[in-house]
């Protein structure tokens, strides 16, 4: 899944070793920005150890518990069957624009289609935008036939949200999508062709083999407010947003998709109500350090581990590397290492440093990891 900040190359370049050398005593794993459910994922399937899993964002726990609340195997390929069948019911009933040739006036006739959709919310909402017609009424008919086995639904909710993801016509997010212009017309139409129920089957697929050594549970919560139900011996994977734009609005495409609708939207990226989009401290430069203060010395106290996770620049929130470290050593007996990542600037705001982040898609950079240990008193 598109995600950013994916902690997925890290756990190859340092995370996933040192991960691995301090759950060993730990009791219980709490990743508090699970994000993309990355690191969650990593650690429920490779150790033997409760794995809590928290985000503002509805989609995010969906995805993480897709694996870490279960412990066991789902046949896949019988349900997917009568899913898909149950899905191409509704399908069948609409008389869908074609869109092999994308030329303005198409996309024009795709969106007026889209918008008198009524009934179907995601086509509704992003027909001709992020998706073609074909694709939205696909993943409307996914997401309304969903299979009713509580677990088995997580799982293929989790492999629909990520489909979307894939085949979005969006530079990475969804924030806004790809307009028929000279230079983006190529990218729309090649995002227009993928086919949402293949990938949903291969993801699905993919998940279902796919488990937890323990069963954990993700939750939709604050991370500085989730930091009181620690105890001694729970190690804490941090790593907060960097963007100073909400990552709602990255991802409300995804968030609709898990809520299954999400009422009138506007502009040119189609965003729900303000109201509806989740807002976090960690994105506001006036709230952003004394958030991540709070959520340390919560910790702190709380005498449980934590491995904490940053760019080490200055980023558009108003956090830096500098500042984490600065923060982290009132409350923790630090190790330090920097590893080179990638990480995306989507959204960000450049204001001429060079080591600001801009928002050129991916950028090389270093990134902190943080052990952070309570101090001995």
């Known amino acids: ?179 028929p212009t000279k230079t983006a017309k190529p990218y729309l139409a090649e995002a227009w062709k993928k086919d949402i129920p293949h990938v949903t089957k291969n993801i699905f697929s993919s998940l279902a083999t796919r488990s937890a050594k323990k069963k954990g549970v993700a939750e939709v919560a604050d991370a500085n407010k989730i930091a009181s139900r620690l105890k001694e011996n729970d190690l804490v994977f941090i790593d907060p947003p960097y963007s100073g734009v909400h990552y709602s609005r990255f991802y409300h495409v995804l968030e609709t998709i898990a809520r299954g609708k999400c009422g009138d939207v506007s502009g040119v990226g189609r965003y729900p109500d303000p109201k509806l989009r989740p807002r976090s401290k960690y994105s506001i430069i006036s709230e952003s350090q004394t958030a991540l203060d709070e959520l340390l010395k919560k910790i702190s106290s709380r005498k449980a581990k934590a491995i904490l996770t940053y760019p080490d620049h200055q980023c558009s929130n108003g956090l830096s590397g500098e500042i984490v470290r600065e923060t982290a050593e009132k409350y923790f007996s630090i190790k330090e290492q920097s590893v080179e990542s990638k990480f995306s600037s989507l959204g960000g705001r450049s204001n001429g440093d060079q080591n600001a982040a801009g928002r050129d898609a991916r950028r090389n950079a270093n990134e902190l990891i943080l052990l952070l240990k309570p101090k001995k008193v």
């Open 1 to 179: 899944m598109k995600y950013m900040g994916s902690k997925r190359l890290m756990l190859k370049n340092g995370l996933g070793k040192l991960i691995k050398k301090e759950i060993v005593d730990s009791n219980r794993f709490f990743d508090a920005f699970t994000g993309s459910g990355i690191v969650a994922a990593h650690v429920a399937e490779n150790y033997e150890v409760h794995v809590k899993a928290f985000d503002l964002q509805l989609f995010s726990t969906i995805v993480s518990n897709a694996i870490i609340s279960r412990d066991e195997e789902i046949e896949w390929q019988p349900v997917w069957n009568q899913w898909e069948k149950r899905a191409k019911e509704i399908k069948r009933h609409y008389r869908i624009p074609s869109t092999k040739k994308i030329t303005q006036r198409v996309v024009d006739d795709c969106r007026n289609w889209a918008a008198r959709q009524n009934e179907l919310p995601i086509t509704k909402a992003y027909g001709g935008h992020y998706f073609s017609p074909l694709q939205t009424v696909w993943i409307d008919a996914l997401r309304t036939t969903l299979p009713k086995d509580k677990t088995i639904r997580t799982v293929a909710l989790s492999a629909l949200i990520q489909a979307a993801s894939q085949c979005a016509a969006s530079p990475g997010h969804t924030a806004q999508p790809f307009q």
